[in-house]
């Protein structure tokens, strides 16, 4: 359970095949140069392969091959480099950026480094928040909309805190309080106040937690809490608005806001929830919940996919493209079988042509370099 148990110009060999796409893809070419499509046009970030690098909705966040970290802005005419040195652990979310140096934890905002904290023990990005321990200030706190807001106090000596974070939430446990607390929305407040151990999984505004006084688990999104279950869950997940769990009749269940719906009879082989997808494999094959109810991704298990939004990109049988949506509809995303290896950056799919080169799918738009 991934909860707590505290817990520039168009350059030569370029095909514009349809009008522009706002597009920000990066991906490197088989001659290891790093590339970036922003706005229809190619343009190379460096001319050897990065050893990280995180698609960001205005440009390209990476690690060189100096272990520098760089800012490939669009449109800009060459990359800046942040950091020159090595960053002892680096993190990427969405448009959200920290890494720590030393105990000295830094943020990516405005296209600059900018020091948030030093010593920093421990800390975790999600899109929209970086969560941080501070033994100076001895306090678990919240980076968030520009303002670092305390949580709780971290006693000296204390044991370590715990927490678990979504998009845009918090769960953290007070072991001596024996209470469960809730940040979301720049708002902190209770789930349960009478906790022997904290139990939560956390999501895009939605939470699922274990209440000891209700002795039930319970779900929020946006609302009122909701009974789930009666039984501790075996396992839970959570994406943008979407819980699923395996509860003590090791059925598999999922809960978006309305009733629970229950998709499987005995425990699944695995099960993920990403994004507004929840795919698991049950009976050899690979299902999706839908808007129109589970169903087969394929009539085998692909050898690849990659879930970004409300859709799964994968390889069929003939290694072409396909896409399942949660409203049921199907795409076919390229028709040239025999593809090696392809990745997805929002609305965007990028892949290796069997013919050679690297086409980029925006949409309806395709990019070929």
């Known amino acids: 359970m991934r909860g707590l148990y505290f817990i520039a110009a168009l350059l030569s060999g370029i095909v514009p095949l349809l009008s522009s796409a706002q597009c920000v893809v990066p991906f490197v070419t088989t001659l290891d140069r790093t590339m970036l499509l922003s706005e229809g046009r190619f343009a190379e970030v460096d001319a050897r392969p990065p050893r ?4 960001m909705s205005d440009g390209l966040f990476f690690t060189d091959h100096e ?7 669009a449109g800009a005419g060459s990359a800046q480099v942040l950091e020159h040195r090595a960053a002892d652990e680096l993190q990427v979310s969405g448009d959200r950026a920290a890494w720590r140096s030393g105990d000295t934890l830094k943020v990516l905002r405005g296209g600059r480094a900018h020091v948030l904290a030093t010593g920093v023990e421990r800390f975790r990005v999600s899109d929209s928040l970086v969560v941080f321990t501070d033994s100076i200030a001895h306090e678990l ?3 968030w909309r520009g303002q670092r807001i305390a949580l709780a106090t971290v006693e000296r000596g204390s044991e370590r805190p715990q927490w678990t974070q979504g998009a845009n939430t918090i769960t953290f446990f007070d072991r001596s309080q024996r209470r469960v607390s809730f940040f979301h929305r720049g708002s902190l407040r209770t789930l349960t106040d009478s906790a022997d151990v904290g139990i939560a999984v956390n999501g895009n505004d939605i939470v699922g937690y274990w209440d000891d006084v209700r002795d039930e688990f319970m779900g929020e999104l946006n609302a009122a809490p909701v009974r789930l279950s009666g039984m501790k869950p075996v396992s839970a997940q ?3 608005g979407l819980l699923a769990f395996v509860d003590g009749t090791l059925k598999l269940k999922a809960w978006q806001g309305a009733g629970v719906i229950t998709l499987t009879d005995s425990m699944p082989a695995q099960y993920w929830v990403k994004d507004r997808v929840l795919l698991y494999l049950w009976a050899g094959k690979l299902m999706m919940l839908t808007g129109k109810g589970p169903m087969e991704v394929e009539s085998h298990v ?5 879930v970004s939004g409300d859709r799964v990109v994968y ?3 003939n290694r072409e493209l396909r896409a399942l949506h949660t409203d049921g509809r199907r795409e076919r995303i390229a028709r040239e079988p025999g593809i090696a290896r392809f990745d997805v950056f929002g609305d965007a799919v990028v892949y290796d042509a069997p013919s050679g080169g690297t086409v980029v799918r925006c949409g309806r738009r395709r990019y070929v370099y």
């Open 315 to 317: 390889l069929d049988i």
């Open 52 to 55: 990280t690098m995180h698609a």
């Open 141 to 143: 706190a919240v980076f």
């Open 302 to 306: 692909p050898e690849q996919w990659k």
């Open 238 to 240: 959570a994406g943008d």
């Open 67 to 73: 272990q520098r970290l760089c800012l490939h802005a």
